[in-house]
């Protein structure tokens, strides 16, 4: 009080007057317009009722010089932001989840950037970094909001994680993932040309080859490739395939089941555009002939190949691959069980007419009939040998 009658040159009784009115908020008229009290006339200009009364005290100013310093600095400090008013940056920071040290500081480091163009920025950082780290988070696209970037990428055809992959890339760390959508979204309208066929899109491609058109995206942003080799790719790791009637989930582990290699295999069907099976089917005979020629042990005794070894015991290699293949099992138990089956004929006997022979060879080339004929007419019209090889005799006779 005794400062204010300093300050102001009034008297005693008007300085105690004076702050009688203050605390009792008594009605004042503010503007042409008369208010009750200090509240409602801060409510309606919207300005923090204590910072108007700390002015007036502090300052030693009449409640309407207070309340006109209040909002001339509202007006100097006020922010908009798309379109919404703000009495500060702090409250602006609150509404959108931005915490306001982190926004200074940002402000601090780049000088030169606006408050909205930060606020933008923080905005999209922590979107992107709730995303990556799976944590719920609205989506804008397209001006349509999303509850989660699931339910936005299910409506464009695109999976999360490729989406997460793409702005998990150290070169595309500033992207937004509206950008990131976009970008992946022009890459499934990209034309392609795959195998010498042309596709006016990479779907209508992943369509003719039954591929998962994410798993091919995947490829293209993780190893950095065209989509041509993507897409080839695809097919070689992540498609079932079919081969000698087993399902393998993938052409990767067929070629390991049979020991070729895959790059092989891929290299082949781009060169000669032929199928994966094909490619397969040629790789796997062509390592059936290198082991032929590999050196092997049987029976404590070393070849230097199956086909050595297969003369060595008078049979025919063909026959030992075939049952291989047939049963899956390994050269050695292969040669064991072809020796045994042809030890087993040896004992046997073939018998004609009453007369036995050593094998059905010998009785054909006795009677002078050919041996493969009667086996071919023996399976083809499912008779016995006796009337296979009466049909060749009685033949034999007429023409004679």
């Known amino acids: ?42 409510v309606f200009y919207g300005l923090n009722e204590a910072s108007v009364k700390n002015t007036a005290w502090s300052d030693h100013i009449s409640i309407q010089e207070a309340l006109e310093r209040n909002i001339t600095w509202k007006k100097n400090h006020q922010i908009i932001y798309h379109g919404e008013k703000f009495a500060s940056k702090t409250e602006c920071c609150n509404k959108y989840g931005i915490v306001p040290c982190t926004m200074r500081a940002y402000l601090k480091k780049h000088p030169e950037v606006s408050f ?41 055809g695109l999976s999360p994680e490729v989406v997460t992959l793409y702005m998990r890339k150290e070169k595309n760390k500033n992207v937004t993932l509206s950008k990131t959508i976009t970008f992946l979204l022009q890459l499934k309208k990209r034309s392609i040309i795959f195998q010498g066929n042309s596709f006016s899109t990479l779907e209508e491609c992943c369509n003719q080859y039954s591929l998962d058109i994410n798993k091919v995206l995947s490829y293209v942003i993780k190893d950095e490739i065209t989509l041509n080799k993507a897409v080839k790719l695809t097919i070689l790791m992540d498609t079932a395939i079919v081969i000698d009637g087993k ?56 070849y230097p190949s199956m086909t050595a070894c297969c003369h060595a015991y008078g049979i025919s290699p063909s026959t030992v691959t075939t049952y291989m293949n047939k049963h899956g099992c390994k050269m050695n138990d292969a040669l064991k069980n072809c020796i045994t089956n042809k030890q ?12 036995q022979y050593k094998s059905l060879v ?23 040998y006796d009337e296979a090889i009466n049909h060749f005799l009685h033949q034999k006779s007429g023409e004679v």
């Open 247 to 302: 399902r393998y989930a993938s052409v990767s582990e067929c070629c390991n089941e049979y020991g070729i290699n895959r790059s092989s295999v891929g290299s082949r069907c781009t060169r000669l555009h032929c199928s994966v099976e094909d490619s397969i089917y040629y790789y796997i005979k062509k390592k059936q002939k290198e082991k032929k020629l590999e050196p092997i042990e049987y029976n404590g005794v070393e």
């Open 1 to 42: 009080m005794i400062q204010r009658k300093s300050d102001t040159g009034c008297s005693t009784e008007e300085s105690i007057r004076y702050y009688i009115d203050l605390k009792r908020n008594k009605a004042f008229i503010f503007r042409n317009r008369k208010w009750d009290n200090i509240h409602n006339c801060c």
């Open 344 to 355: 087993n004929r040896k004992n046997s006997f073939f018998v004609f007419d009453g007369r």
């Open 362 to 384: 010998e009785c054909c080339k006795k009677l002078g009939i050919n041996k493969s004929s009667v086996v071919s007419r023996k399976h083809r019209l499912n008779c016995s």
């Open 116 to 156: 909205t163009k930060a606020m933008s920025f923080l905005i999209r950082d922590k979107e992107k970094r709730n995303i990556l780290k799976g944590r719920p988070q609205e989506v804008v696209f397209r001006d349509k909001i999303y509850a989660s970037i699931k339910i936005c990428c299910e409506e464009y």
